[in-house]
């Protein structure tokens, strides 16, 4: 098991941006692939950004490509999410999570730990 940690959250006005960090500490940090996945009131949660055990390869969600930046420092044991030009449509609970297996997915159910989630508000 691994515990995640989520911090850089907090209010911004549109067009601005935040750095999303992911703090993890327990099981190997570098062999499993990690995600962001955000939810809405009332909406369910959704894939925002992947990247695999090396960093090699990302993915990121149709709505933020071109905005959101998704990497990862195995050396300290976190990633992040770097959002600009952000939109009040992004305004969510972010979640970091952890994969089962070193290939990211956009499917929650492959992830194994989830961390707290962090308040991002973005205002009109």
């Known amino acids: 098991q691994v515990q995640l940690v989520e911090s850089g959250g907090g209010l911004v006005q549109a067009g601005g941006s935040l750095r999303l960090s992911c703090a993890a500490s327990g099981r190997a940090f570098s062999v499993y692939a990690m995600g962001w996945f955000r939810q809405a009131p009332g909406k369910e949660r959704e894939f925002v950004a992947a990247?695999?055990?090396?960093?090699?390869?990302?993915y990121l969600a149709d709505s933020v490509k071109g905005r959101f930046t998704i990497s990862r420092d195995n050396a300290k044991n976190t990633i992040h999410l770097q959002m600009n030009s952000l939109k009040p449509e992004d305004t969510a609970v972010y979640y970091c999570a952890a994969a089962a297996r070193s290939r990211p997915s956009t499917d929650s159910n492959e992830y194994r730990d989830w961390g707290q989630g962090t308040q991002v508000t973005v205002s009109s």
């Open positions: 990247i695999n055990w090396s960093g090699s390869s990302t």
